[in-house]
């Protein structure tokens, strides 16, 4: 029985924070970066909303982050690119911070930017030299 090229190959997670201006919804732009990573066929299954815990005094659960399981097959790539066009698509400043458990990691400033390239190198920057 051959073993598929996943179950060979370590994964990596990546833990994706964002923040917003002042008076923006956050927790509404994490939803929406986790439904758009979701579209990407090479992220689907990968992509899991992190809940946080209610403090104390606090009405209920916070959504806090993403996860996103890397793995074979590129998928470093089209994280990389996929969260690049989701920001380029903001109408708000949005800031999106990603992490690997290595503790390699990058900040992403949008400033309802134009420029789609600097968004990829900087993830994909992030992504070199470790399994995507």
């Known amino acids: 029985m051959e073993k598929s090229e996943d179950s060979e190959t ?21 939803v929406s970066l986790r439904d758009w ?3 990407e066929e090479a992220l689907r299954g990968r992509v899991e909303l992190l809940v946080r815990t209610p403090q104390p005094g606090q009405m209920g659960a916070a959504l806090d982050v993403l996860a996103v399981t890397l793995g074979s097959g590129g998928a470093g790539a089209v994280l990389a690119r996929s969260l690049s066009t989701w920001l380029v698509q903001r109408r708000a400043d949005v800031t999106v911070h990603v992490s690997r458990g290595d503790g390699r990691e990058v900040t992403v400033e ?13 993830v994909g920057q992030l992504l070199e030299g470790g399994q995507e």
């Open 110 to 122: 949008v400033r309802r930017t134009s420029d789609p390239q600097a968004v990829i190198g900087a």
């Open 37 to 39: 990573l979701a579209e």
């Open 10 to 30: 370590p994964s990596t997670r990546c833990i994706l924070r964002v923040s917003a201006e002042p008076g923006e919804a956050t927790e509404t732009h994490l």
